[in-house]
């Protein structure tokens, strides 16, 4: 009877630990079931155990084209998201992935159309392509609004005073023999040349065609040949192997995923200075590396929001003890820091009723999201917003601390969607029959926070504001991966 692969208490490192010794579908499913239960759970740990198990998947498909395993990939993506909807760090990695394989199908169809297009070219032309001297070739097809419309036509396979010299013979400008040097074209008017449009007539419709226009319909281009898409993308994953180059850049991904903290907190010193009072969130591990970090070379005070109820235990342990790995656990081997107090700095924890209260105190808010949506938003542990709006209306900045894999290409149509509720009796106990019986209790676990409260999103690519984060998001993310379904 074969084993559990999850033995003990089951987290990410029971899973890591037994990934590769459990088959593919057993690993699928496992991690669906600990995404479930709130096993793993937080955006970085879901965010390591989908990559691991994403490479995982890619190393042992059996597929023959890259079609097949952007299928295969795609498939067991909108499992892992659908067993945990609102955790979408999950489908931020399956995202990536399915655009890495995309980046390296297009690079190897890149190179070997450089190198088909190579192979048509005469004998001479490799000699050409060495003298640095060569003008680079003009398009023959020039827009007659250009200025380049009544400029010289230079040929490809001469050297650049041999062709400007050549052309002193019938252009009125060129190359002067008696100055021996280049003389300007004289400037074109209405009389001079027909051609020239009046800038009143730019927006008007001409009756007959440009002469610069596309070729018509069923003409060939005299650079690309026909069939020459078709040969190289053919081509393509003969001479690129796919399934490598996709491995090597899922471990890649996996190598940004451990040192993202660091390099955040690489840009601490950037923004946080001496004798300032900073107000943060919850004991996030993001929050705790970039505070430790600024801790080195200055002194401030930070403000702790104790997050109750569902973030207040850790965050007191936080504080007292900073963090240490438990016994058994294999997770992170050096995630492991001390308290702010043992670096000196002076610590204050309060709850969240007296946030408004010492806001006119702080010079800064830092906040740590669970995932950054495209428009610039967050979604945040309970009380951020709040955090937020009271830090807007005494204009305090708003500092997001965010890895890009936390990053999602989603737009929050319907923020009520976003938030999870979590168990209603730690905010008023079931012993209380009377009163919960008469009313109906939340607790929502996040909040939504809009981009017009942020001031700054630190990322592990620098600061940015949040109406730039579509740049990123167009950068990181494919138009055809964003819907999985």
Same mark, same amino acid.
């Given at each position: ?14 899973? /890591? ?22 096993? #793993?759970?937080?955006? =970085? ?47 931020? #990695? ?57 400029? #010289? ?10 062709? %400007? ?14 100055? $021996? ?10 009389? %001079? ?9 730019? +927006?008007?419709?001409? !009756? ?38 996709? #491995? ?12 993202? $903290?660091?390099? @955040?907190?690489?840009?601490?010193? $950037?923004?946080?200075?001496?004798? !300032?009072?900073? +107000? ?15 801790? =080195? ?15 207040? !235990?850790?965050?007191?342990?936080? @504080? ?25 700095? %002076? ?31 967050? @979604? ?20 997001? /601390? ?13 923020? !009520? ?41 630190? %990322? ?26």
């Amino acid at each position: 009877m074969p084993s559990n692969p999850v033995q003990g208490a089951p987290s990410l490192a029971s899973f /890591l630990k037994n990934l590769k010794q459990t088959e593919v579908e057993r690993s699928i499913e496992t991690f669906i079931s600990l995404v479930k239960r709130r096993q #793993i759970r937080n955006s =970085r740990p879901c965010a390591i155990a989908t990559a691991q198990l994403l490479l995982k998947v890619v190393g042992v498909a059996r597929v023959k084209d890259a079609g097949a395993l952007i299928e295969r990939v795609r498939k067991v993506g909108q499992r892992l998201v659908a067993a945990h909807p609102r955790e979408m760090a999950v489908g931020n #990695i399956v995202r990536r992935v399915l655009g890495l394989i995309r980046e390296v199908v297009e690079d190897g169809a890149d190179s070997n159309a450089a190198d088909y297009s190579d192979e048509g070219q005469p004998e001479h032309s490799g000699s050409a392509k060495k003298d640095s001297f060569q003008r680079p070739g003009l398009s023959s097809h020039i827009s007659t609004f250009s200025p380049l419309h009544h400029g #010289i036509a230079v040929p490809n396979d001469k050297p650049l005073t041999q062709q %400007t010299r050549a052309t002193s013979s019938h252009s009125p400008s060129g190359w002067d023999r008696n100055t $021996d040097m280049l003389v300007r074209p004289p400037m074109l008017t209405a009389t %001079t040349s027909p051609q020239v449009t009046s800038l009143f007539g730019l +927006l008007s419709t001409p !009756e007959q065609g440009s002469p610069s226009q596309t070729p018509p319909i069923g003409s060939q281009s005299p650079v690309i040949k026909p069939g020459h898409f078709s040969k190289v993308a053919s081509a393509a994953e003969n001479k690129v192997d796919v399934k490598a180059e996709v #491995i090597d850049g899922i471990k890649e991904l996996i190598d940004e995923l451990e040192v993202v $903290d660091d390099q @955040i907190a690489a840009y601490a010193l $950037d923004h946080i200075h001496s004798n !300032e009072i900073i +107000l943060t969130h919850t004991s996030s591990q993001t929050i705790q590396r970039f505070l430790l970090t600024a801790a =080195r070379k200055r002194k401030f005070t930070v403000v702790f929001v104790e997050a109750y109820p569902n973030d207040h !235990e850790s965050t007191h342990d936080t @504080i007292m003890r900073g963090h240490k790995k438990a016994e058994g656990d294999e997770e992170g081997g050096d995630d492991r820091w001390k308290a702010l107090t043992a670096m000196g700095i %002076t610590v204050i924890v309060i709850p969240d009723s007296a946030i408004f209260a010492l806001m006119s105190r702080v010079n800064k808010v830092v906040l740590a999201p669970h995932s950054v949506l495209a428009n610039g938003s967050l @979604i945040a542990a309970a009380g951020a917003q709040i955090i937020a709006q009271a830090a807007k209306v005494h204009q305090i900045p708003v500092v997001v /601390l965010s890895g890009v894999y936390k990053l999602s290409p989603v737009y929050p149509f319907d923020t !009520e969607d976003l938030i999870e509720y979590g168990d209603p009796g730690k905010v008023v106990g079931f012993e209380e029959g009377a009163l919960v019986s008469n009313v109906d209790v939340i607790n929502p676990i996040f909040d939504y926070v809009p981009a017009e409260l942020v001031d700054l999103y630190i %990322t592990n690519l620098g600061g940015h504001a949040p109406s730039y984060l579509y740049r990123i998001v167009a950068d990181h993310y494919r138009v055809e991966d964003i819907n999985l379904s």
